[in-house]
């Protein structure tokens, strides 16, 4: 076998394997046990005792469904649905592109985020070295030579010996916060749900969270699997976000005997996906709705995402240009009051 692509270690593993083995040609079984090999331990046992039950002549379907395989529900309901459709290929290719164009936007999104993060971060730091190293060097000067100080100025001095004496806490303090955006910026999905939970910034990553939504329900609905059953698989799989946990809690309760669109706005769904799920009874029609609107989320949250990132940066310039001229301004204005009495 050439080629051999080295699996990270994720819940998208087991379908990449059958992905490949799939659009590769190769019997079933022996594909499974070939590209086995190249994935993480958790992943390489489940395929593995997946083609021992093909081999054994038990359908991909049925196989797929032994619990003891640990294959993600999501993948496994893609395969049942797959298989009735006679679909499996192009499922999972959608499936998996979905995915990747997910966790990109996710990083995405916190870089965004992050970006100001960093700013304000570095920009304190410098802020706090010269209050408490800076301005003390100037106050000393000015109680020498006995000057009159502003109200601006006695002000900055009062906050220079405030911050000299919470000097250690403070210094814990950005220790914390820089330990806190490393884990931020490299977090992956927790990242985004943190990003989520936020008043204004979040916009971009709740509408990403709706695209994710829509995207992995649309191949399940389309393959009739049951919408019980498909909003299980969809919870299961979705990334770490407010819709996740509503969807998780809506597949708990939900029995099929009531309006999709009904049970998701007592769970407090948003509002595009609550009038989205109004169309359930088209059939396959409502995978197509579902596709289109996955489309138009990504759009509208990398629009968000871009205006976020654009407005931010020079709001933040502006900001910290007027501090540090702030403190600049203070500190000489004594000395611009002395020569001009001086004069």
């Given at each position: 076998?050439?080629?051999?692509?080295?699996?990270?270690?994720?819940?998208?593993?087991?379908?990449?394997?059958?992905?490949?083995?799939?659009?590769?040609?190769?019997?079933?079984?022996?594909?499974?046990?070939?590209?086995?090999?190249?994935?993480?331990?958790?992943?390489?046992?489940?395929?593995?005792?997946?083609?021992?039950?093909?081999?054994?002549?038990?359908?991909?379907?049925?196989?797929?469904?032994?619990?003891?395989?640990?294959?993600?529900?999501?993948?496994?309901?893609?395969?049942?649905?797959?298989?009735?459709?006679?679909?499996?290929?192009?499922?999972?290719?959608?499936?998996?592109?979905?995915?990747?164009?997910?966790?990109?936007?996710?990083?995405?999104?916190?870089?965004?985020?992050?970006?100001?993060?960093?700013?304000?971060?570095?920009?304190?730091?410098?802020?706090?070295?010269?209050?408490?190293?800076?301005?003390?060097?100037?106050?000393?000067?000015?109680?020498?030579?006995?000057?009159?100080?502003?109200?601006?100025?006695?002000?900055?001095?009062?906050?220079?010996?405030l911050l000299i004496f919470l000097?250690?806490?403070?210094?814990?303090?950005?220790?914390?916060?820089?330990?806190?955006?490393?884990?931020?910026?490299?977090?992956?999905?927790?990242?985004?749900?943190?990003?989520?939970?936020?008043?204004?910034?979040?916009?971009?990553?709740?509408?990403?969270?709706?695209?994710?939504?829509?995207?992995?329900?649309?191949?399940?609905?389309?393959?009739?699997?049951?919408?019980?059953?498909?909003?299980?698989?969809?919870?299961?799989?979705?990334?770490?976000?407010?819709?996740?946990?509503?969807?998780?809690?809506?597949?708990?309760?939900?029995?099929?005997?009531?309006?999709?669109?009904?049970?998701?706005?007592?769970?407090?769904?948003?509002?595009?996906?609550?009038?989205?799920?109004?169309?359930?009874?088209?059939?396959?029609?409502?995978?197509?709705?579902?596709?289109?609107?996955?489309e138009l989320f990504a759009r509208?949250?990398?629009?968000?995402?871009?205006?976020?990132?654009?407005?931010?940066?020079?709001?933040?310039?502006?900001?910290?240009?007027?501090?540090?001229?702030?403190?600049?301004?203070?500190?000489?204005?004594?000395?611009?009051?002395?020569?001009?009495?001086?004069?």
């Amino acid at each position: 076998m050439t080629d051999i692509e080295f699996f990270p270690a994720d819940d998208d593993s087991q379908a990449r394997v059958l992905q490949r083995v799939i659009a590769s040609g190769l019997p079933l079984a022996t594909g499974l046990r070939a590209y086995a090999e190249e994935c993480p331990l958790e992943a390489k046992s489940g395929l593995l005792r997946l083609a021992s039950s093909v081999e054994a002549g038990l359908p991909i379907g049925e196989a797929a469904k032994d619990s003891s395989l640990h294959l993600p529900v999501y993948l496994r309901g893609l395969i049942d649905g797959g298989v009735r459709s006679g679909s499996l290929g192009p499922m999972l290719d959608e499936y998996l592109h979905q995915r990747r164009l997910q966790k990109r936007f996710g990083q995405k999104v916190a870089l965004d985020i992050a970006y100001p993060l960093l700013v304000i971060y570095f920009a304190s730091i410098l802020c706090f070295a010269l209050l408490i190293w800076l301005v003390p060097i100037f106050g000393s000067i000015f109680d020498g030579f006995g000057i009159e100080l502003p109200s601006l100025t006695a002000w900055l001095i009062n906050i220079s010996d405030l911050l000299i004496f919470l000097k250690y806490p403070m210094i814990v303090g950005f220790g914390l916060a820089g330990v806190s955006l490393l884990f931020f910026l490299f977090g992956g999905r927790w990242s985004k749900a943190i990003v989520d939970r936020l008043p204004f910034f979040g916009a971009s990553a709740r509408y990403a969270s709706m695209s994710e939504f829509c995207s992995l329900l649309a191949p399940l609905v389309e393959t009739s699997v049951p919408l019980p059953q498909a909003l299980r698989a969809v919870a299961s799989t979705m990334q770490p976000s407010r819709l996740k946990s509503h969807t998780r809690a809506l597949a708990a309760n939900y029995d099929g005997s009531f309006e999709l669109a009904d049970a998701a706005r007592v769970r407090k769904f948003p509002q595009e996906i609550v009038h989205l799920l109004k169309w359930e009874q088209r059939g396959s029609a409502f995978g197509e709705i579902l596709r289109s609107w996955a489309e138009l989320f990504a759009r509208m949250a990398a629009g968000r995402s871009s205006v976020i990132s654009a407005v931010l940066a020079p709001l933040l310039m502006v900001g910290i240009g007027l501090f540090v001229g702030l403190i600049v301004l203070s500190l000489f204005l004594p000395l611009v009051n002395s020569l001009n009495e001086l004069s």
